[in-house]
């Protein structure tokens, strides 16, 4: 067995050219390296992102969050066993000692925490997904095997995520025809081209992108994005419902002031059920299968009329609502809020509350899906992650721009291993 000899961070540059926290974990002749995503359409019950303020980068900088690694975290760290997720984790969160891990930062402390399980899988000579597939199930004992997840890729981008006019977040394409993951791929692909195809006939700036590579036009309306990501669908020569359908995240919490829902696109402000009413509609009349972020973060109340009245055919999964974090997954089970559980490992801070939320939902029969960040880099982890916990989805964002195609692909090396 080896044991951790050194903890190293430093500063790296993410998909939106932020500063961002890079770990390296040296343990004996192995080697764990990760870097932190970071979200722009945050919970505010979120790990705490922590940054300098400040001149450097617009007040952007991680230098602080660097040092915590560098000068609290690892000496505390070395001589420990990266395999043993759970202590390292623990070791964190004691240094930490704060509900919303605001003083060494949840960038910092993610960062170290997924390096761990870099060199443990390094130290025991399987891929990762094998590594976090033995983690869940120190976790989970339901005798769950590792298998790929189906993408829900961003076709259109709106809300923080892009420059144009909509309001909700992303429309997203996903196949509902179980196929393998590379002609699924290939699939997303014809669809996302055939979209930027449609825009730009319909006179639109279509090949302007959001943040995750997702067209972001500015349209009449929320409807037509759902509508035209529809017929990009038929336009890729599939049929929308039966081969693939729309996911939306509507990130509603980022619009919802005063408590009503301020719709701009649309220029109209609703109440709670005058959203479900919409929701419902548009679910009535598209092949809407998967909702997520329908209502915003503290609007229990809507939520549970929403999933009592859509909760039986689409997939209400919380984001900001649940933020990763089991007491919040658990307040959801416990007044029907919400069916499925967005996973971001950065948005609770560890590997192993990030598996604890896992655990929770597939307890409560809850559906999950893995979920990049807006701000994304290199690191590929959450595909490996979403295979060895067998996420039944996992969202990356758009088929274009590096730091998502480094997660794609990677699922397209790990198609071959299963
Ligand atoms: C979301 C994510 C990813 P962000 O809302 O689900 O799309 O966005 O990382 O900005 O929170
Ligand atoms: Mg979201």
């Known amino acids: 067995m080896s044991e951790i000899s050194g903890v190293l961070a430093r ?28 979200g722009a359409s945050t919970g505010a019950a979120e790990a705490w992102e922590l940054r300098d303020g400040g001149e450097r980068y617009d007040g952007l900088g991680v230098r602080q969050a660097v040092d915590n690694v560098n000068q609290v975290i690892s000496p505390a760290l070395v001589g420990s066993d990266p395999a043993k997720q759970a202590s390292v984790d623990q070791i964190l969160l004691d240094l930490d000692g704060t509900p919303q891990k605001k003083r060494l930062g949840g960038n910092a402390m993610l960062a170290v925490s997924l390096a761990a399980s870099h060199a443990a899988a390094a130290m025991a000579g399987v891929p990762l997904h094998t590594h976090f597939h033995r983690l869940m199930d120190e976790v989970d004992e339901s005798d769950l095997q590792p298998a790929m997840p189906t993408p829900m890729t961003n076709m259109i981008s709106g809300g923080l995520h892009a420059g144009g006019n909509l309001d909700f977040q992303d429309v997203l394409a996903i196949p509902v025809r179980r196929v393998d993951y590379p002609l699924l791929l290939e699939w997303l692909v014809k669809i996302y081209n055939r979209l930027g195809r449609l825009l730009q006939d319909a006179g639109m700036e279509g090949r302007l992108v959001g943040d995750e590579g997702g067209f972001g036009p500015r ?190 692909n990677q699922l397209l090396r790990l198609a071959e291993q299963l």
Do not use: C
């Open 11 to 38: 500063e790296v540059l993410d998909s939106r050219g932020r500063p961002t926290v890079e770990v390296e974990i040296t343990a004996g002749a192995f080697r764990g390296r990760a870097i932190a995503p970071s």
């Open 219 to 408: 349209l009449g309306g929320n409807r037509e994005a759902v509508e035209f990501v529809v017929r990009a669908i038929e336009a890729a020569g599939l049929t929308p419902g039966d081969d693939v359908a729309i996911a939306l995240d509507v990130a509603a919490t980022h619009f919802f002031a005063d408590g009503r829902y301020q719709l701009r696109a649309e220029e109209v402000s609703l109440s709670s059920s005058e959203m479900v009413d919409r929701l419902e509609a548009w679910t009535n009349d598209l092949p809407i299968v998967s909702i997520e972020d329908g209502l915003a973060e503290e609007d229990w109340e809507g939520w549970t009329e929403l999933t009592e009245r859509l909760g039986d055919r689409v997939r209400l999964v919380g984001d900001d609502l649940f933020t990763t974090n089991t007491e919040r997954i658990q307040r959801g089970i416990d007044a029907g809020a919400g069916n499925s559980v967005l996973v971001k490992m950065n948005q609770i801070g560890t590997i192993s509350e990030t598996l604890a939320a896992i655990a929770l939902a597939r307890r409560a029969d809850m559906s999950f899906v893995v979920s990049a960040r807006s701000g994304e880099t290199e690191d590929a982890s959450i595909a490996d992650l979403a295979v060895g916990v067998a996420a039944p989805e996992i969202k990356i964002g758009s088929i274009v721009r590096s730091e998502r195609l480094a997660k794609y």
